[in-house]
């Protein structure tokens, strides 16, 4: 006995998982790049510096990603935009090999706050077609 309605409602719920894990996973990655930039690939003084502090705000939102915080993903695509700029001016600023770094950290913001965007549209669409299941975490 195969239910076609099903089928739309698997589909959707693929799409939220692929764009949560896409969010975690490119908040994860600037939280890397960040430390391992500042403190030992391309630090601004020999030894590294206190600029890798810059990652400590981007540690907040990951517990909300991770519990699936409907709230978290909406704050977040604003967040990321300090970072995307931070991103800009030091790729247009530094020299080899900061701004590769610089570049780097632009694609993941920019990959982060379209997996938010993304995440939040879905589910609220989801949300909108379902209104009698409930939503978890939103």
């Not at 080899?96 to 920019?110: G, I, Q, R, T």
Request: aromatic share 10%; glycine share 6%; proline share 6%.
């Amino acid at each position: 006995m195969h239910n076609s309605t099903l089928a739309p409602q698997e589909n959707s719920h693929r799409h939220v998982t692929f764009t949560r894990l896409m969010a975690v996973s490119s908040l994860m990655g600037l939280i890397v790049l960040g430390l391992a930039w500042e403190l030992w690939l391309a630090p601004l003084r020999p030894g590294g510096t206190l600029l890798a502090l810059k990652v400590l705000p981007l540690c907040f939102p990951l517990t909300g990603l991770l519990k699936n915080r409907m709230y978290t993903y909406r704050w977040l695509s604003l967040l990321i935009w300090l970072y995307f700029t931070e991103g800009v001016v030091r790729a247009w600023g530094d020299a080899a090999p900061s701004n590769y770094f610089a570049m780097v950290e632009v694609f993941l913001c920019v990959v982060l706050f379209v997996a938010c965007a993304l995440h939040v549209r879905l589910r609220l669409k989801h949300a909108k077609e379902n209104p009698l299941i409930e939503q978890p975490n939103t």
